[in-house]
Antibody
């Protein structure tokens, strides 16, 4: 059974940093591209960032480019999101998601339950 | 980056058919995927590619594509299909995703 478990969310002041983690199990992690998707309270889905199995291709939404960094540890089956210079508008539930593809992006077939990030003074 | 547009809300009578549409320039190059999300739950992939359903998704869900428009059709809507539905497409060379704003489907 595929499992994705996010952690690292919490309350943080504007301008500070936070690192999210996603522990993956139940599938061959280095056979999958992986992503972060967020959802602000009461709002729709927003893709944040994703990377191929080997981190050879990485993408970011314009809203987080230059502030967020995605990475993965294929040896330990973890996906990470380093979030710097956080803003109030980054407040959201952050989902980790597994792609159907490994060297290209083909759709998000499994999702975690999310970790909540609140940016507020 | 490009954008996708969806109708905010659609309603369908129980057992009837409803079509949800998604428009955007990126759909001329990439197929849409469709996700169902119920309150308090993570999204679920229901359609991907030309018209493919993941294992466990009922065959009343189908997808189609034409030009800059992708559609999700629910044939014989059930009460449990009441949810938000999001389209998604690749963008900018294929290594970014963009989501539509979502369509709330009400089953009457």
């Amino acid at each position: 059974e595929v499992q994705l478990e996010e952690s690292g969310g919490g309350l943080v002041h504007p301008g500070r940093s936070l690192r999210l983690s996603c522990a993956a199990s139940g599938f061959t992690f280095d056979d999958s591209a992986m992503h972060w998707v967020r959802q602000a309270p009461g709002k729709g889905l927003e893709w944040v960032s994703g990377l191929t199995w080997d981190s050879g291709r990485i993408g970011y939404a314009d809203s987080v480019k230059g502030r967020f960094t995605v990475s993965r540890d294929n040896a330990k089956n973890f996906l990470f999101l380093q979030m710097n210079s956080l803003r109030a508008e980054d407040t959201a539930l952050y989902f980790c998601a597994k792609d159907r593809g490994y060297s290209s992006f083909l759709g998000l077939e499994y999702w975690g339950q999310g970790t909540l990030v609140t940016v507020s003074s | 980056s490009s954008e996708l547009t969806q109708d905010p809300t659609v309603s369908v009578a129980l057992g009837q058919t409803v079509r949800i549409t998604c428009q955007g320039d990126s759909l001329r190059s990439y197929y849409a995927s469709w996700y169902q999300q119920k309150p308090g739950q993570a999204p679920i992939l229901v359609i991907y590619g030309r018209n493919n359903r993941p294992s466990g998704i009922p065959d009343r869900f189908s997808g189609s594509n034409s030009g800059n428009t992708a559609s999700l059709t629910i044939t014989g809507a059930q009460a449990e299909d009441e949810a938000d539905y999001y389209c998604e497409s690749r963008d900018s060379g294929g290594y970014q995703y963009v989501f539509g704003p979502g369509t709330k489907v009400n089953v009457l």
